[in-house]
């Protein structure tokens, strides 16, 4: 997804991913977002939706706080780009998968009063789990959220989420 044209990748990270690796990512991004001379609301947008699919990842690896996954954001032309893969249980992958094709299917309106009655819903918890994270990203990123699943044995599969924040809106 990067490799070929990207003008600059700014994190790539692919193995044991921790809380420590996000606060390095961040720094990492919103630095060559500084470099780039993106406005501040940019790199809001583009800090907010990579730590968003940082923190999904996480969430998946349960409560070893360590995950093991991929990260990759880059900048290419007025598109920042960001590609996170995590091995989850297919189950999960599939409920994922639907979750995203019902927020790329929603218009702006939609989105935030989903948002706000997400934010209202006392089942939410400290760890997430009421789908605030996909919601955020849908919200702060270019649709469609795009989605690919591997099957890779065991009743698990690779789970990979493309997304992109336009440089200018």
Known sequence: MLAHGADAVLWDHCGTLTRTDLEAAVARVEDGSLSAGDPVAVRKRLISVLVEGVENILHHAGEAQTAEGRVLVG????????MLLNRVELATAALLQHRIEVLNAMDEVTLKEHYLLLLANDARTAR???GLGLLTMARRSERPMRVT????????????????VLRER
Do not use: K, M, Q
């Not at 699943?149 to 992109?164: H, N, R, W």
């Open 128 to 130: 997430g789990g009421a």
């Open 149 to 164: 699943i591997t099957a890779s044995g065991d009743g698990y599969a690779v789970f990979c989420l493309e997304l992109e």
């Open 75 to 82: 900048r290419t032309g007025g598109t920042y780009r960001i």
